[in-house]
Structures are given as C-alpha cells and as structure tokens.
C-alpha cells in the first residue's frame, strides 16, 4: 500500500493531516512519538538567589519548567549525548536570568535569556505578583529533554482519528446526519465535509487517518511530525542491526 499525506488546516502552532494507506499501528507509533521522544527545551535548574514573593522557590521553580521555549532544535543536544556528559555546556544548556522588584508581575519576558536565539515562546505567562518592597532574583538552566521523562518536555499535542470514507448516497445514515443537510436541502445525497461528518463516521477507513498536532514546546507542528517520523526510521534501523547480529 503507498502512503499518501495531505495538510488539510494549518494555524498557528496546529496542523491537521490525513494519512492515507497506513495501519492503526503505524498511526499510533507516530503519534506516541510525537508526544514522548521528540526532545524539546524546558528550564530543569533554579538557583534562586533571592525570593521574597508570596511564592515558595519550587513552585516558581516549577512554573519557570512549564514555560515553552523556542530553539533551534539542530543546535542542541540531549544532555546524555552531549559531549559535555551532561553537565551542562552551550550545546545543551542555555541560562535564564530573571531580577525584578514589586509592585508588578513577572512575566516570561522578564527572562533574560544567554543566547539571543533561546526564549519563551511567548512573553505574556505570568510567573509571579511582586507586592511593593518584595524581590526576585534567580538564574534558571534548560535542557533538551522528551516528554517521557517529564511533561515539560512534551513536544506536542497529538491525536488522530479514523477518516470517514465517502458515504454511498443509498445508504440511509446520510438522511439523518446533521452535516449534510445542506446537501440534502439541495435535493444532492453528496458529502459536504466528510471530515466533518458525526453520524457517518460508522464508515470510517482503517488505512486513513485525521492527524491533529499541536505544538505544546517551542518546536513548529510540522517540524515535530517529521523529526517523529525520523525517529520511528531510527528505531526500526537500529532493531534491523540488532537482529542482523543476533543472526549472524
Ligand atoms: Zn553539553
């Protein structure tokens, strides 16, 4: 069977796909990829310095880990294989600054980042309120990591489901599925949307899927489906040496 994809909706972070003449199996490996091994960056280390917010230092610790950022995902390493053996190096690691006075409220725009080309995804997330006389001064390190070992790193939000087939105009469901009665109104038994269809999806196709992908991290959608493909690739090349050996 050959594979055939089609981008159906792009905005934004989101991307919707069909995937043509795959199996269930297939479609699901992608999609656990996709949200568990594409490595993306979150903050893993605070130093916190001075902390006199309403806040204790782990939950700001915590919240600094939750904010996407945006990288260059061919300029960094996973810490395990990074030359540096994880301790942290400019191929692996960027720092994070963050010193502000109250009153007012930091916000992921507030921190300074080391490598101009590394930042929040977006400025607005609110970390903390400072009342007036309280301060915050911290340095935070990121890492690449997947969403395997922590929700921070989750790349993406990723569902599919099984694409309806187009509908015989005899069969009787196409009379009572709410989305064709604009069709139906025109005296025409046709699809409208079949992607769009409820009742009609009891005809859906085992080798044809809608992807949904959302960017949860800093990565574009279509980057995250390429790099899960690429990964999938990985892990099949990887099993084929393994087996090569064994039998040889
Ligand atoms: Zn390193």
Redesign the pocket.
């Known amino acids: 069977m050959s594979e055939k994809i089609k981008i159906t909706k792009k905005k934004g972070g989101q991307i919707q796909f069909m995937a043509e003449g795959i199996t269930p199996a297939f479609a699901n490996a992608l999609r656990r990829i996709m949200i568990s091994e594409v490595p993306a960056m979150a903050v893993e280390w605070v130093e916190m310095h001075q902390n006199s917010s309403a806040l204790f230092d782990e939950v700001i610790a915590h919240r600094l880990g939750m904010i996407p950022i945006g990288f260059d995902p061919e300029k960094f ?1 996973l ?1 395990d294989d ?3 053996k994880g301790k ?2 400019p ?3 960027v720092a994070f600054s963050v010193e502000k006075s109250g009153p007012c409220i930091v916000y992921s725009g507030d921190m300074k980042s080391s490598n101009k080309d590394v930042k929040a995804t977006d400025p607005r997330f609110p970390i903390v309120q400072l009342l007036k006389g309280q301060t915050i001064k911290l340095d935070a390190f990121t890492r690449v990591g997947t969403g395997k070992n922590h929700i921070k790193w989750q790349a993406a939000i990723a569902s599919y489901s099984y694409s309806p087939d187009a509908v015989n105009e005899e069969k009787e469901n196409i009379n009572v599925c709410p989305k064709h009665m604009p069709s139906i109104l025109s005296r025409k038994k046709t699809v409208v949307d079949s992607e769009k269809c409820e009742i009609c999806r009891l005809q859906s196709n085992p080798s044809r899927f809608m992807f949904r992908v959302e960017s949860a991290s800093g990565l574009d959608p279509e980057y995250i489906v390429s790099r899960a493909a690429q990964i999938l690739a990985q892990k099949a090349e990887d099993f084929k040496k393994e087996i090569g050996r064994e039998l040889s």
């Open positions: 390493n810490a990074c030359k540096c942290g190096c191929s692996c690691e």
